[in-house]
């Protein structure tokens, strides 16, 4: 039986040289794949991740267009906020949703917002709680008046954030009368600013005028009771703010008196986007006329006549920006005493208050 040639060792070692050749180009081949294939998902996972922090972003600038919108005195509705409105910014675009619509929350506005990269759809839902940056009346001003040493009436707070009570007693002082106190839902109110004219009680005509103010009433309906150290004509009145800086509400005041048929007081505000709120005491049966003024407005306006006869009136105005020196005027028909004061009210501060995401 012939047998094949045997194979010299020299070939044997180079064919053994080729197959480890071999195996190792396969082998250097399976690694390249396999490398490739590992960047290349390393690459898609940090363009997903990219385009999800650009969403957050795109989200964040949403939170800010509604947070301003609302700010400046808009609604916490769809239509105040501009909700289910794309901005497109970028490769992505933004909106305040209108599903589910905003909603005031104890005077503060909630709302979601979504941030979207276009080619790619990757987005991203926050949903916020956003404080007013504007002061805004609250409710309805109301005002009481009669003869006596006490006057009560009702006044309703309404919610809203950072709120703040404003009441103004007008009244006849010709022996002295002051005022002992003032109460709002059993709460003292704490005095501000007050002139009488002429400046000292001689037991002629005198009438004095006074600010006070309760920072962070209760919401609801209650009374506000005035007490005075002896009876006399009176006139209370009473306003409620929101938006209100609560550490110090009031960042300046003024007081004006004379004998004249132009009732007047000016006040020097310090910070944008304050208001001015003003009360006016003035004897006789003549009425007063506010004097027209950019965004200013009545708050009350009446008269108590007979033997201690006195009128009482208020005003408020804002939002002033850049802060200035505001007049608050007044004409009536007779030349009489009359003393004013006036307050500025000091904003409060804006912005997000509560922040979640979205998951979907």
């Keep these: 039986m012939n047998r094949p040639p045997a194979i010299p060792p020299a ?18 081949g399976l690694a ?42 808009g609604t916490c509705t769809a239509a105040g906020l501009e909700a289910g409105t794309d901005f497109n910014l970028g490769r992505g675009r933004f909106r305040v949703l209108d599903t589910p619509a905003p909603a005031l929350v104890s005077g503060n506005c909630r709302f979601q917002a979504r941030g979207e990269i276009i080619p790619t759809g990757q987005s991203r839902t926050v949903e916020v709680v956003v404080a007013p940056g ?36 007008s009244w006849r002082s010709d022996d002295g009368q002051t005022v002992s106190s003032v109460s709002y839902a059993g709460q003292p109110m704490t005095p501000v600013v ?71 007081v000016s006040v020097m505000t310090l910070t944008g986007n304050a208001w001015v709120v003003d009360t006016v005491a003035r004897f006789g049966a003549g009425t007063l006329t506010m004097t027209a003024a950019a965004n200013r407005s009545e708050a009350w306006n009446t008269k108590i006549g007979g033997k201690n006869q006195v009128g009482g009136a208020a005003s408020y105005r804002g939002p002033i920006s850049p802060p200035a020196t505001v007049a608050m005027d007044w004409t009536w028909d007779a030349n009489n005493h009359w003393a004013a004061t006036a307050v500025a009210v000091k904003p409060g501060g804006s912005g997000v208050i509560n922040w979640r995401e979205v998951v979907k």
Aim: proline share 4%; glycine share 10%; net charge neutral.
């Design 11 to 28: 070939r044997q070692r180079g064919i053994v040289s080729i197959i480890a050749a071999v195996a190792l180009l396969v082998m250097v």
């Design 32 to 73: 390249l794949r396999i490398g490739l294939g590992m960047s290349a998902s390393s690459a898609i996972d940090s363009s997903v991740q990219n385009d999800s922090v650009e969403a957050l972003f795109l989200a964040e600038s949403a939170v800010e267009r509604g947070a301003r919108l609302f700010a400046a005195g």
């Design 134 to 169: 504007a002061i805004r009346l609250n409710g309805t001003p109301t005002v009481s008046k009669g003869n006596g040493s006490s006057l009560s009436w009702s006044h309703t707070v309404e919610a809203g954030a950072n709120r703040l009570l404003i009441v103004g007693v």
């Design 194 to 264: 007050d002139k009488s004219q002429p400046a000292a009680a001689t037991g002629a005509t005198r009438v004095t005028v006074q600010i006070f103010r309760l920072i962070d009433p209760p919401v609801g309906t209650a009374d506000v009771n005035v007490t005075l150290s002896a009876a006399t004509g009176v006139v209370g009145g009473a306003l409620a703010l929101s938006g209100v800086n609560q550490t110090t509400p009031i960042e300046a005041t003024a007081s004006n008196s004379d004998r004249s048929t132009t009732p007047n």
